[in-house]
């Protein structure tokens, strides 16, 4: 605030610019202002238009001296003046008047700022002009000026000063900062170091605010070294500046190693270091520190240290602590509070339930847009759109980030049309497009995947000038993938520079090459960049190319990804630890899945879902259920993904354990909340039918609230095919064909069941009904991995560069495995064929052909792993199982159930997948 003017004698005084125009209750500047005129002290309900600089001139008002905390009035008579009596300093007869008529034009130059009014604060830069040099007016003008937003008439302010001070460069610093003008705050930090004037803890926050804002750390090394030589590192204000600034370049072990070298902290100090662990997804050390903050230092929280805690719980799922960080906030009085209102919303949306999310913002006394925004968002991942858009209707006001947030939220709920229709209206009500918004419509292409749509939407973001931007660039190949123009995507690819961030873009594409069922483009796009060293494996990548390695299932490559994850630190990061636990689980090593999962520094629902994934996918069900039961132990809110495959768990269990299982299923909707999904129905439906209860499973399924989708009916099916029941499977596959008459699936699926049961006659009516329809089966393929190359293979395949050695040893294999005991299952194979041919159709099969390749390059003792495309048949099955026998050797295979691993004759599926 403004002082009084102290006397010659006296040290100077120097304030942070700012600080000349702060102000807060009762010391209102709209009260003062009603004094100068005259008027009741009650301020009106709305705020009048300031009344010109001439009107001061006709009227009296009361002297205000400003003392060095507040401003006082005084309201003796000798003291009223008019504004005329302050055109000239020498009209005053003593020093009083002249100090007076400063203490004046210090007060309007608040006014204008609180008011917002340029008119009077010119008029007061004209008034300072008759003086003598004055620093500190010229510092306070220089400061209204940056607050009314004119920083051009600030800087010739400051250009005008005859001696400017440390204060003068410090506010211009902040000024050009705050309105982007990086490079000039940069320059003049320097100038002034030149000048021979020695920067304050003012100005070092200043300029360590523009690295912030530029992340550069170079410069920010360099000013920490000032500070240090000019004795500011024990400021706590100086402290909390670098700190950040190291936070923001993601430089943790520095943060942490001011922050423990700092002689005073303050709650900023704590609130800094508190985020920056939060940030690297230390969630644990968060809530250490703050037990520390409170113990050792006896700091009291706010409002921004609880809004950090209640994101690391929702970030590490803790809904216990979320609760305690709720009740804390109670208990202190911060839980009205907007930021930690806006938090628990955040929380709660994570870890609760709707119904507690709705009564948060029902609740609230005072809502923002922040707040409107995260009830969007909220509803939206709690599936409810229509509640979403509603909430969306009734804003008062919106940005671009409620419209982001509602697309968002659209395509995330599979909603591609009304996220399209969004953006249209967005368009036509010229609101701001930015990349966020453009990637999002993008998306909604992609869900769309009609081709001619997303050429318009293409053809409008090269026109509105964004084809040059990376983020972009990466969202069209995307959609492009997705939309069945890879021939586009390809073209954008090559035209792309490759010193331009090419990396994002490489990445795009490996990910469509792998969505579209191209892995070994997508793995070869990889090889070539890292080849080529045009492509930067970070956090996204890795995660890309984590999950296409574990869609093949190569191992050696995970590995190395693993490696290179660990190395770089990456493993802090949720989604690349999440990725390397999905990835070693689908390569035959859920030791490694399990170690990784124990070792990531905190998890969310998706990484316990992956670890129940992988305990599923090999069949190890009653590890599954012990999972299950540590996330309910440490209070994990499981999702509607969860239960799927909780459910789908007991299908593996090594006893029957079906009574608990359907307990759990009708235990979903009023103790968990969650409304049973066509997902969980089918997951039920199949454990009933691996058990052998088929009519109960058909039962449950004409019991659904919904009409049931072919996922659950094919579930059944499947189910009859294990037992062999064609009685039921009968009625199923009348069902099936009704919803998906489309699907080659389908009628693959009911011709085996006819064939198994021995009844060719309706085997060849679906198959001749099939090719008349013009469907064509899914082509079955198996593949090894042999020095980081995909060896694939086809049945009766002769591509393969080896296929003469490898056709050589099948044979000697199959004359081995017949002595052995081996019997051909001939019941798959068309009953119009010789037998002699039925043989030869069945022993060159996709499987065989690939563990015959794995035998002949991997040295004896060392296992063989196969992965395939489809369900793996009867005859390959009980093939590999006396393959085992008379190699010794063990053999895993991946097919669409899940694993096999054949040792010694028999297989971990005990013959039911």
Not at 338 to 346: D, R, Y
Not at 533 to 555: I, Q, Y
Not at 711 to 734: F, M, P, Q
Request: contains cysteine.
């Amino acid at each position: 605030m403004a002082t009084a003017i102290q006397p010659a004698a006296a040290a100077p005084y120097y304030s942070f610019p700012h600080s000349l125009f702060s102000f807060s209750p009762p010391h209102n500047p709209f009260f003062h202002f009603t004094l100068i005129l005259g008027t009741p002290r009650r301020p009106p309900q709305r705020q009048p238009d300031f009344p010109s600089f001439s009107f001061f001139k006709r009227r009296p008002y009361q002297q205000l001296h400003f003392s060095s905390y507040a401003m006082q009035s005084l309201s003796s008579p000798k003291s009223r003046l008019t504004l005329e009596s302050f055109t000239e300093p020498s009209s005053f007869p003593g020093n009083g008047e002249a100090t007076s008529f400063i203490d004046g034009l210090f007060y309007l130059l608040r006014l204008s700022t609180c008011f917002g009014h340029v008119q009077l604060a010119r008029a007061v830069h004209a008034c300072i002009l008759k003086l003598e040099e004055h620093t500190r007016l010229g510092n306070a003008l220089i400061a209204a000026y940056l607050k009314l937003g004119l920083v051009s008439d600030a800087y010739s302010v400051f250009v005008g000063l005859p001696c400017p001070n440390v204060v003068s460069y410090t506010a211009l610093i902040s000024g050009f900062s705050k309105s982007n003008r990086v490079d000039e705050s940069v320059e003049l930090f320097f100038r002034m170091r030149e000048s021979g004037i020695e920067p304050n803890e003012y100005s070092f926050v200043a300029i360590l605010t523009v690295c912030i804002r530029i992340l550069e750390l170079q410069l920010g090394f360099q000013v920490h070294a000032t500070v240090i030589k000019l004795g500011y590192v024990d400021s706590a204000f100086v402290s909390n500046a670098l700190m950040g600034l190291y936070s923001k370049c993601g430089c943790l072990d520095l943060v942490l190693k001011l922050f423990g070298e700092m002689p005073n902290r303050d709650t900023t100090s704590w609130n800094t270091v508190i985020s920056s662990v939060v940030k690297a997804y230390m969630y644990d050390e968060a809530f250490q520190l703050f037990d520390d903050m409170r113990r050792n230092d006896r700091l009291r929280d706010d409002d921004f240290t609880l809004s950090i805690l209640l994101t690391a719980c929702a970030g590490s799922a803790a809904v216990t602590k979320g609760q305690e960080v709720h009740a804390h906030a109670i208990k202190v009085g911060l839980e009205a509070d907007l930021s930690v209102s806006n938090s628990l919303i955040g929380f709660y949306t994570e870890c609760g339930s709707v119904k507690e999310v709705t009564a948060l913002f029902e609740k609230m006394p005072v809502r923002d847009i922040i707040t409107w925004t995260a009830m969007i968002t909220a509803y939206m991942d709690f599936g409810l759109v229509d509640l979403a858009v509603e909430m969306f209707d009734k804003m008062p006001e919106r940005n671009s980030f409620s419209y982001n947030a509602l697309m968002a939220g659209l395509c995330q709920n599979g909603e591609g049309s009304r996220a399209l229709e969004l953006f249209v209206n967005m368009v036509k009500e010229s609101a701001e497009l930015t990349e966020f918004t453009l990637t999002s419509v993008l998306n909604a292409c992609g869900l769309l995947m009609d081709s001619k749509i997303s050429g318009q939407i293409h053809g409008f973001i090269l026109k509105i000038g964004y084809g040059s931007n990376a983020f972009i660039e990466a969202a069209l190949l995307d959609m492009c993938t997705r939309c069945d123009r890879l021939a586009d995507a390809t073209k954008m690819f090559t035209r792309w520079p490759l010193d331009k961030e090419s990396s994002m873009i490489r990445t795009s594409l490996i990910c469509g090459y792998a969505r579209k069922g191209w892995p070994d483009e997508a793995l070869s796009l990889f090889n070539i960049s890292q080849s080529e060293g045009t492509m930067v494996v970070d956090e996204v990548a890795s995660t890309s190319v984590l999950g296409l390695c574990g869609t093949l299932g190569c191992h050696h490559m995970g590995k190395q990804i693993h490696c290179h994850a660990l190395k770089s630190g990456f493993l802090s990061d949720l989604r690349v630890g999440n990725a390397i636990v999905s990835m070693y689980s689908k390569c035959w090593n859920m030791d490694d899945a399990i170690k990784i999962f124990n070792h990531i520094p905190t998890h969310d629902t998706v990484s316990w879902n992956g670890l129940l994934a992988g305990h599923i996918l090999h069949r190890q069900g009653d590890e599954a259920l012990v999972v299950w039961s540590k996330m309910k132990k440490i209070g994990m809110k499981p999702d509607e993904v969860t239960f799927v495959l909780i459910i789908s768990a007991y299908r593996t269990t090594n006893s029957n354990l079906v009574h608990e299982c359907r307990s759990l299923f009708l235990s979903l909707k009023n103790i968990y909340g969650i409304e049973p999904t066509a997902e969980h129905y089918a997951s039920f439906v199949g454990v009933l039918g691996y058990w052998g209860l088929l009519e109960e499973a058909e039962e449950v399924i004409n019991k659904m609230p919904f009409e049931p989708g072919a996922s659950v009916w094919r579930a059944l099916l499947d189910s009859c095919r294990i037992r062999l029941n064609t009685t039921i499977g009968k009625r199923v596959v009348k069902r099936i064909l009704a919803v998906e008459p489309k699907d080659p699936s389908t009628y693959i699926l009911v011709s085996n069941l006819y064939s198994a049961s021995g009844r060719w006659h309706c085997s060849d009516m679906i198959r001749t009904d099939m090719r008349e329809r013009g469907f064509r089966k899914r082509p079955g393929r198996s593949w090894i991995i042999y020095k980081n190359k995909i060896h694939s293979f086809y049945a009766r395949d002769k591509s393969h560069p080896q296929s003469k050695d490898i056709y050589s040893g099948l044979e000697i294999l199959i004359v081995e495995c017949l002595k052995s005991g081996y019997v051909p299952d001939t019941s798959f194979v068309l009953h119009e064929a010789e037998e002699h041919q039925k043989k030869d159709f069945l022993f060159y099969h996709s499987a065989k052909l690939a563990a015959t390749y794995g035998l002949l390059m991997t040295r004896p003792g060392k296992p063989i792993r196969i992965v395939k495309n489809i369900l793996l048949c009867g005859d390959c099955h009980t093939f590999l199982k006396h393959v085992s026998v008379v190699t010794k050797r063990e053999i895993f295979l991946r097919d669409s159930s899940g694993f096999h691993c054949f040792s010694g004759g028999h297989c971990s599926c005990k013959d039911y997948w």
